[in-house]
């Protein structure tokens, strides 16, 4: 079976998880930007895609998931994973789910935490997060989890998901041995 992992980065995260993911399977990597559907697409059988989360959006889901039917109706596993600060529970993954509207395809979906560095992001990001992290500051009511966060104006946060890695590395071998087992 031949796998690619596709990928959207800002600062570097979901670009590392891609690499990682796509070396222990022995898969081809690229930015989403340089995948070119017509050429390459059928040279896969499984389609990964990692992108990283903005205010809820996986950035680059909508451009990835537009090529569905294509990927879709050739029969190729499609596997989705999203890279945020924030820590995976059951409540996130779904909202990130219905935010992105990922429950329209049939697709396998994970949420990765990754790390978050206000100073690598590079302006207008940098200015923006600032801004609403000084802002949430003056609100009375915030929660823990919320106060946690102005934490990320003096350091970053630095955070690495092997566990996560592995379970998205352990089902695209997964794919792979049933696709040997349908052919044989
Ligand atoms: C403007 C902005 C908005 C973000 N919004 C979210 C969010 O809604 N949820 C989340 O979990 N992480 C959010 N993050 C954190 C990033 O998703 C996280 O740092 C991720 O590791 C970045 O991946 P990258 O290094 O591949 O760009 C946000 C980061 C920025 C800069």
Redesign the pocket.
């Known amino acids: 079976m031949k796998t690619i992992v596709l ?9 590392k998880y891609a690499e990682e993911i796509a070396s222990q399977v022995g898969a081809d990597v690229k930015p989403l930007k340089k995948f070119r559907w017509k050429k390459e697409l059928k040279d896969y059988d499984c389609i990964v895609f990692g992108g ?5 959006k996986i950035k680059g889901v909508d451009d990835f998931l537009s090529h569905y039917d294509e990927m879709h109706d050739a029969g190729k596993d499609i596997i989705v994973f999203a ?4 820590m995976p529970t059951p409540d ?1 993954r779904k909202e990130l789910i219905s935010l992105n509207l990922l429950d329209l395809y049939r697709i396998r979906f994970y949420q990765v935490r ?4 206000l100073n ?2 590079g302006f207008p ?2 200015m ?2 600032k801004a609403t992290l000084n802002k949430m500051e003056t609100d009375p009511s915030l929660t823990a989890d919320k106060r946690a966060l102005l934490e990320l104006r003096e350091r970053p ?1 630095v955070y690495h998901d092997d566990e996560k890695v592995a379970k998205i590395v352990n089902i695209i071998k997964t794919i792979d041995e049933q696709r040997k087992s349908k052919t044989a």
């Open positions: 990928y959207t980065s800002k600062t570097g995260n979901t670009a990283w989360v903005m205010g809820g890279v945020g600060m924030s996130g990754g790390s978050f560095d690598a992001l990001y940098s923006a997060m946060l």
